[in-house]
T-cell receptor, first 111, second 113 residues
């Protein structure tokens, strides 16, 4: 069974810092990996999607990498802002259209 | 373009009552999904559909039924609600392409007393 772990569970940083969120998984037989953002009481917003054949994707200040051989993905946020405060979730799509989620990292960026 | 919408946003049920949650998408997506989100358990797939008239079980299907009579709608039913079904329910949809990026609705917060 695919297990997805996100470390740390919570992170607090001062504004302007560059930071890395980690996602590890046990089964490398995946189709893609998505990073989502979830604000309190809201739905999920897709940030980046990496296909299994890709190594990274970039969108603005966000960069996500995928290393299937080691079962790891990272989300890099450059020059963090208070508006980046949210919970970040990684999710893996595997056979049978099953999207398996990690537990999330709750990020707080202090002004 | 509204994306994925869910009705209702909030609901309180008593044990044993029934209800239906409605999900609608206007992106002409083939695939639709229902998830539940619980503290400490993350998001888990309940049921999904790969096309009009088809449904399949996900990770936690017990106590729920679904129907996909129209391509744009995916209904989640609780026939006899239980307190263990207190959760936030999310609907998602994706296209039948090689990307399979999933787009989520805003969620329905359900409390069963």
């Amino acid at each position: 069974k695919q297990e997805v772990t996100q470390i740390p569970a919570a992170l607090s940083v001062p504004e302007g810092e560059n930071l890395v969120l980690n996602c590890s998984f046990t089964d490398s037989a995946i189709y893609n990996l998505q990073w989502f953002r979830q604000d309190p009481g809201k739905g999920l917003t897709s940030l980046l999607l990496i296909q299994s054949s890709q190594r990274e994707q970039t969108s603005g200040r966000l960069n996500a990498s995928l290393d299937k051989s080691s079962g790891r993905s990272t989300l890099y946020i450059a020059a963090s802002q208070p508006g980046d405060s949210a919970t970040y979730l990684c999710a893996l799509l595997r056979a049978g259209n099953m999207l398996t989620f990690g537990g999330g990292t709750r990020l707080m960026v202090k002004p | 373009n509204a994306g994925v919408t869910q009705t209702p946003k909030f609901r309180v049920l008593k044990t044993g009552q029934s209800m239906t949650l409605l999900c609608a998408q206007d992106m002409n997506h083939e695939y639709m999904y229902w998830y539940r989100q619980d503290p400490g358990m993350g998001l888990r797939l309940i049921h999904y559909s790969v096309g009009e008239g088809t449904t399949a079980k996900g990770e936690v299907p017990d106590g729920y039924n679904v129907s996909r009579l129209k391509k744009q709608n995916f209904l989640l039913g609780l026939e006899s609600a239980a307190p263990s079904q207190t959760s936030v329910y999310f609907c998602a949809s994706s296209n039948r392409d090689w990307v399979h990026e999933q787009y989520f609705g805003p969620g329905t917060r359900l409390t069963v007393t």
